[in-house]
């Protein structure tokens, strides 16, 4: 008995020391741990923070930072609509009328893309079995656009998208049908009505959705 309380007793003192051995130890390694985290930081060394949320915060500066673009071009998947768009940079009636015979033409006092404001798109539409130009079936069918169909505006280097907020009738000589200054982003497309006087507009308003760089 005697035997085994003093086997009892010296492993009972080597645990001990055991013990005290192993929490020396861990307090070291904490030390050495936190001195290298120090050096490291300082150093630069430490891991940066990954791509991906890199990516995200870049991607956030640029959305904020979108700069006034001239349209090129105008796709409506919807209605199978393709167009190009032309920028003059006057407004009398003569000079719109002969760019309109191009495409799709941007009112020269309206936004631009990127910029807040109103961005104005006129553009023929005839449904005549035969004509000799197509630019005057620019914008056929775009009073068949409703609220939720998506639009798609093209500048040199970057693809504007916007949602269909509305499609009405209007006046010709209503000024406040297309107001120019307008708070945030918008679109709006204007074709006569070839079905009605001659006076009457077909005008489709879209809020923007979103902005990304292409490759050209």
Known sequence: MRRFIDFAARLARAGRRAYARK???LGLFAVVFLVSVIVLGTSGLL???SSENKSKTTSTVVQSQMTAELPTRIEIPKINLSAVVVNPTITTVAVLDKELLKGAVRYPTSAKLGEDGNVVLFGHSSYLPVVGNQAYK???EIQKLVEGDMITVYSSGTTYTYRVRST???KADDTTAIPLSIAGKVLTLVTCNSFAAKEDRFVVTADF???HSVSI
């Open 168 to 170: 009405t009738k209007e």
């Open 209 to 211: 959705v979103e902005s």
């Open 47 to 49: 891991p940066e923070v």
């Open 23 to 25: 929490w020396s130890f």
């Open 138 to 140: 620019t914008f056929n």
